[in-house]
């Protein structure tokens, strides 16, 4: 948290207009976790029909670039952080600014789909598994990755510092059964479901920061859910 005295509660879209511009620039433990744990699945995206659900600023868009996709879509609702994602991508992927519920994408048109730190903005998680579905053919992979909804326990919540304020995204509570059911129910097999601790990597990131102390209040507790997905055949 910071040390401004004023909390403000904000909704996804209006916090990530403010975001977007400072959302890459710091050191973030989460990011560094998810990214040792997420790069090793980026593979099975060479050469695919790739949709990054939620994409922001396109960090994981770039990455994927780099395997040379068939093709690479990214959606998001924030036009601030699609504006970011266009100046580290250019025409490398196609943006769309679009709610992730309910896209303009051809239905059968990806084999290859992700979903990074979104479910925790969904309110409800089987209109997300349906629209990954519809956009799914038949063997489709989807990799989903979310803050752990075990860190609701910890206290935390997902907000950052702007000027004298902290503002506090808007995020519905979930657990990992609902996610399971979500995904089954609109025609996913799982095939990958793991909870990830902070290693000594991130707490390094704490420790620069001065705050050794919330590393050492989540040690061997879960804050990274990374599961993934395949589509049944239709």
């Avoid at 620039?25 to 659900?53: G, I, K, M, Q, W």
């Avoid at 705050?211 to 997905?229: E, F, H, I, M, N």
Wanted: aromatic share 8%.
């Amino acid at each position: 948290m910071s040390d401004c005295a004023q909390l403000r509660l904000m909704p996804v879209a209006e916090a990530y207009q403010l975001w977007a511009p400072e959302y890459d620039s710091a050191p973030n433990p989460l990011f560094c976790l998810e990214e040792r744990y997420l790069t090793p699945l980026l593979n099975s995206a060479a050469h695919r029909d790739v949709v990054d659900l939620g994409c922001g600023t396109g960090r994981w868009l770039e990455k994927i670039c780099a395997l040379q996709p068939r093709s690479l879509t990214g959606v998001d609702l924030s036009a601030a952080m699609l504006q970011q994602a266009s100046k580290r991508l250019g025409r490398r992927a196609r943006l769309v600014q679009e709610d992730c519920l309910q896209t303009t994408l051809g239905a059968d048109s990806a084999d290859w789909i992700l979903s990074s730190f979104l479910l925790s903005y969904v309110d409800d998680l089987r209109e997300l598994a349906r629209e990954a579905a519809r956009i799914a053919r038949s063997g489709a992979l989807a990799v989903i990755s979310d803050v752990h909804p075990a860190t609701r326990e910890y206290g935390w919540k997902r907000s950052f510092r702007c000027a004298h304020q902290v503002i506090e995204i808007q995020t519905h509570p979930y657990q990992p059964h609902s996610l399971h059911s979500a995904m089954k129910e609109a025609g996913f097999e799982p095939e990958s479901f793991n909870e990830h601790c902070f290693e000594d990597d991130e707490k390094a990131i704490f420790s620069r920061a001065g705050r050794p102390d919330l590393y050492t209040a989540v040690k061997g507790s879960p804050v990274l859910l990374l599961a993934s997905y395949r589509r049944s055949s239709r």
